[in-house]
């Protein structure tokens, strides 16, 4: 009789983790769980970006600036206009 038990109570605890894990994938693969997932790597992408973008406008000011250093005698360190944002 205990042995049927074990096997019954086991059994329930098996089941409920399949029908967990069943519940998880469905809800994954619906249109709202892929939606969810492009926005998140979307959202990542668009953060990546804009820092690049940064990055290089910050080089750009850079280079700008040591150019004009070189080649423009009367130039005075004055802060170049911001890059625009898009």
Same mark, same amino acid.
């Given at each position: 009789?205990?042995?049927?038990t074990v096997y019954f109570v086991a059994g329930i605890v098996v089941g409920g983790y399949v029908m967990y894990r069943f519940g998880r994938s469905a809800r994954l693969w619906s249109p709202g769980g892929i939606a969810d997932r492009v926005e998140k790597r979307i959202g990542s992408?668009? @953060? /990546?970006? #804009?820092?690049?973008? *940064?990055?290089?406008? @910050? /080089?750009? #000011?850079?280079?700008? *600036?040591e150019l004009l250093r070189?080649?423009?005698p009367d130039f005075q360190r004055q802060e170049l206009p911001e890059a625009s944002r898009y």
């Open positions: 009789m205990i042995r049927r992408y668009r @953060e /990546a970006l #804009r820092e690049f973008n *940064e990055d290089v406008a @910050e /080089a750009v #000011r850079d280079y700008e *600036e070189r080649y423009a």
